[in-house]
């Protein structure tokens, strides 16, 4: 059973440019979370997502982030217009929702230039 | 919401010594509480969970309390080991929030030989 599957590893945008990063969840799971980790930092939540649904996205900036959880294919976090603020590894997490325990993939590393 | 505070940002400890990681929350509904491990690059791995209708939870070397009425829960490693050298994040969640995980900030445990 493959886990939490996130690509790309790495993401290197100059600013001004978008960042797409996806999030497939672990197989079963149908509940993903993504949180953002700065630099020796914990990890900050984001957003809650459950299939076609954004159940919680209290963690998002208001301007220039969104995700979604499509019916098929794996979840995406765009940002857009990247600002040297936005460098951060970004987690995605699954679970099998309730409090079964969460799952987390091996994150993106932004930087952006 | 949900506030987690974490003591010690760091810890050093030697060999075959014990380490003790204190989280406390502010939610009162909050009733699941996972601890992760997080390897300098990579993904955070649930160690321990405990839930709020248990006071004590033990795997191995690891255990983990919990005292509802005060608000804390604690992370105690028995005869570390130099592998045991990570990052531990604690957490506490709510079924009101999805169980979407509020994260403390860490703490680096050092375990020297």
């Known amino acids: 059973n493959a886990g939490v599957m996130q690509n790309p590893r790495h993401l290197v945008r100059r600013r001004g440019q978008e960042a797409r990063l996806r999030c497939s969840p672990m197989?079963?799971?149908?509940?993903v979370y993504w949180y953002r980790q700065l630099p020796e930092e914990g990890l900050k939540f984001m957003v809650y997502?459950?299939?076609?649904?954004?159940?919680?996205e209290s963690g998002m900036p208001k301007e220039r982030f969104s995700a979604e959880f499509p019916k098929e294919g794996p979840s995406i976090l765009r940002i857009q217009q990247v600002v040297r603020g936005d460098s951060a590894a970004y987690f995605c997490?699954?679970?099998?929702?309730?409090?079964?325990?969460?799952?987390f993939g091996n994150g993106t590393r932004l930087t952006v230039t | 919401g949900e506030n987690v505070e974490q003591h010690p940002s760091t810890l050093s400890v030697q060999e075959g010594d014990s380490a003790v990681i204190k989280c406390t929350y502010s939610d009162s509904a909050s009733n699941y509480f996972p601890w992760y491990k997080q390897e300098l690059g990579k993904r955070p791995q649930l160690i321990i969970d405990?839930?709020?209708?248990?006071g004590e939870k033990k795997d191995q070397r690891i255990a983990v309390t919990l005292n509802k009425t005060a608000k804390h829960f604690s992370l105690h490693i028995t005869e570390t080991q130099p592998e045991d050298s990570a990052v531990y994040f604690c957490?506490?969640?709510?079924?009101?929030?999805?169980?979407?995980?509020?994260f403390g900030k860490g703490t680096s445990l050092l375990v020297t030989p």
């Open positions: 997502l459950q299939k076609e649904n954004i159940i919680d």
């Open positions: 405990i839930r709020s209708n248990v």
């Open positions: 997490a699954s679970s099998q929702g309730g409090d079964s325990p969460l799952h």
């Open positions: 197989k079963g799971h149908s509940h």
């Open positions: 957490a506490a969640s709510t079924s009101n929030s999805g169980y979407a995980l509020n």
